[in-house]
Structure formats: C-alpha cells, structure tokens
C-alpha cells in the first residue's frame, strides 16, 4: 500500500511563541512524521463580539479572558509563520496550515508553497475561504467534523465548481478529546463509498488504537494533536499525544503498513517451499506392475506436493503404467 501521510498536529499548543513552535518542528521532523501542522488567523476576522468559548474550552482553560482576547494570545504572527515555514524547510519536514479567515488563507497561499490546502472543520461551510481554494489546484484536505452527509456535499460541490480537485476527507469528531465509543469509525468506509474520495482521520481521541485501526480501514492520512506536556494548560493539551508516545504510534503504523501490504496475493519463495513440503500429490495406494491401467482405486493423495496434485487426478486415471511404480511412491509424468 502507498506510505500513510502522518501530520503531526501543533495547533495553539506552542503556546503562543514562536520559539516554542520551533521548538516543535525540530522535535518533529526526527520521529518519522511527514508533516507538521499549525493554525493561522486573525482573531478580530473570524470572531464576532458575539463569539462564545466552546465547554471543552472553559474546562481546559481556566481563566476570565474574552475568546478573542485568548485567541490573540496564542495565534502566531505572519511573521512568526514565515520563520516556522523557514524552519520546516530546514528540517525537511511538509509544512502544513489551516486558515481560519480569508486573509489569512490568503497570505500563506502567496507565501507559501504547501502539499494541501487543510480545511479545519469549523470551516467546511465558509463559502469565501472554498470559493478562494476553488480556484487553485492544490490538493485539499477537508476535516468533516460537526458536518452531515449534505454539508460535506455543499462543500464539496464549491471546491469542485471549476475543476474536479483531489480531495481526501478526513473523519472527524469535532469533540477534545472524543471518547472512544463515540468515534464511530466505520462511518469512513461510507465517506469513501458515497464521496469516491481517498479517506482519512483527523483523530482527536486519546492514545492509538483510533489512528492504528483507521489505517487498517483504508486511512491515507493520519492526523493527531501533539504537545511537549498534556499537564499544560491550553485548549488542546489534554487531547494531545506526548510527541514521545506519537513517535510509537508512527512506528507501529508503518508495520501495520508492511501487514496489509498490497491488493493482489503475493507467494513469497518461502511459502512457496512450505506448499512442497505440506501439500498432497497423487500416491500409489498398491505396487503397480508395467502395462497395467491405473484406475481411481489405485491412487491416494499424500504428502509431499511434489508430484501430480489431487486437481489433477483424471489425467493419470485410465493411463497405462510405462514402469513399476511402487506403493506410496509418487506417480510422476513419466510413470504413465
């Protein structure tokens, strides 16, 4: 099968320094990832006065700021962003962000050059930000957190308007962190059947069974939180995988890579000298004298399967015996 793309996923856990989100790409680009995502915006652009903490948000945050004001204190600077996408191109490792206004989707798409446009879930449906990629032929990812069946079709079908895009569609359960019994991962198997889009998993879960059995469904893409400590306080740090335990959860997913292997059945040489020694050929079940013909009675199948295999039983039933053939020797091609 083709290589999982693993993103490693950073988000507001650099704390608002871009030092620390530095810190996070050289980390990062030594454990296998293929690429490690942030987020950029300006707050004042996708926050209303009107906007609200969501409750997984007042929980992991404890403190009387406004969400726009703690928005502001963890969104990085373009600047900021221009030296991390400097550092990724150091470190050799795919630099990845979602947008959360059109600005700022803009400013990385002239800034920038990305494998995927990554559309966050809280975005499926901002019509300006997919009206923008619309027109570009970039790879898009498209988390369908919070979103049903005809939302991610309305998105769908604005990405599409001027082109057919190559698009895969990350499962999502837009919930930090989602309880296991309500990831519902199957529901992957019906993206890929209704949309025909390659699939993935934006994993918000806690450990690696979710991202380890998304890929043994047909994941193309992994994506998980990651934090340098989930005893920090921020948004997103309980949800996060230590960037230690993610590094194990690369590994055992490039097994189960090598495990599912490819589509078509493969006979490796030593399963093919298995198959001499276990399966049955064609015995003679008496001594047959020269000139005699052998009939069905005369024949068992025993091991080793060398010889002529039991499938082929008509073609010796009825043959004349060319030589003595001795009880429980194969009966060879040249026997008959």
């Given at each position: 099968?083709?290589?999982?793309?693993?993103?490693?996923?950073?988000?507001?856990?650099?704390?608002?320094?871009?030092?620390?989100?530095?810190?996070?790409?050289?980390?990062?680009?030594?454990?296998?990832?293929?690429?490690?995502?942030?987020?950029?915006?300006?707050?004042?652009?996708?926050?209303?006065?009107?906007?609200?903490?969501?409750?997984?948000?007042?929980?992991?945050v404890k403190n009387n700021l406004s969400i726009i004001q703690q928005a502001k204190k963890r969104l990085l600077s373009y600047k900021d962003h221009i030296k991390l996408y400097r550092a990724c191109k150091k470190y050799k490792i795919d630099y990845i962000?979602?947008?959360?206004?059109?600005?700022?989707?803009?400013?990385?798409?002239?800034?920038?050059?990305?494998?995927?446009?990554?559309?966050?879930?809280?975005?499926?449906?901002?019509?300006?930000?997919?009206?923008?990629?619309?027109?570009?032929?970039?790879?898009?990812?498209?988390?369908?957190g919070m979103a049903n069946i005809n939302e991610i079709q309305q998105a769908i079908k604005i990405l599409n308007k001027r082109s057919k895009k190559n698009i895969?569609?990350?499962?999502?359960?837009?919930?930090?962190?989602?309880?296991?019994?309500?990831?519902?991962?199957?529901?992957?198997?019906?993206?890929?059947?209704?949309?025909?889009?390659?699939?993935?998993?934006?994993?918000h879960t806690e450990g690696e069974i979710a991202a380890i059995t998304a890929v043994g469904l047909g994941a193309k893409i992994i994506e998980k939180h990651i934090t340098f400590s989930k005893q920090l306080s921020g948004?997103?740090?309980?949800?996060?995988?230590?960037?230690?335990?993610?590094?194990?959860?690369?590994?055992?997913?490039?097994?189960?890579e090598k495990v599912l292997g490819k589509d078509n059945k493969?006979?490796?040489?030593?399963e093919r000298q298995?198959?001499?020694?276990?399966?049955?050929?064609?015995?003679?079940?008496?001594?047959?004298?020269k000139g005699e013909i052998i009939r069905k009675s005369d024949i068992s199948f025993k091991r080793p399967g060398i010889g002529i295999s039991p499938v082929h039983l008509k073609k010796i039933i009825g043959k004349k015996a060319k030589k003595n053939i001795k009880k429980d020797k194969l009966i060879l091609k040249h026997s008959f």
């Open positions: 099968m083709k290589k999982v793309y693993i993103i490693a996923e950073v988000g507001p856990n650099h704390q608002g320094s871009v030092d620390i989100a530095i810190k996070y790409v050289k980390k990062v680009s030594k454990i296998g990832v293929d690429a490690i995502k942030f987020q950029i915006g300006i707050a004042e652009e996708h926050y209303s006065l009107d906007s609200f903490k969501p409750e997984y948000q007042k929980k992991n962000c979602s947008a959360f206004d059109l600005r700022s989707l803009k400013f990385i798409t002239k800034n920038f050059k990305f494998p995927f446009y990554k559309i966050p879930s809280g975005e499926l449906l901002s019509i300006d930000s997919l009206n923008f990629i619309s027109k570009r032929k970039i790879p898009i990812i498209l988390s369908t895969t569609l990350l499962h999502c359960v837009s919930s930090y962190p989602t309880k296991l019994e309500n990831l519902n991962l199957n529901f992957m198997k019906k993206l890929s059947k209704i949309f025909k889009y390659p699939i993935g998993l934006s994993d948004p997103d740090h309980k949800a996060s995988m230590t960037i230690e335990d993610f590094e194990k959860l690369v590994q055992k997913i490039r097994k189960v493969i006979i490796s040489n030593n298995v198959s001499k020694a276990l399966r049955k050929s064609c015995v003679a079940q008496r001594n047959i004298n």
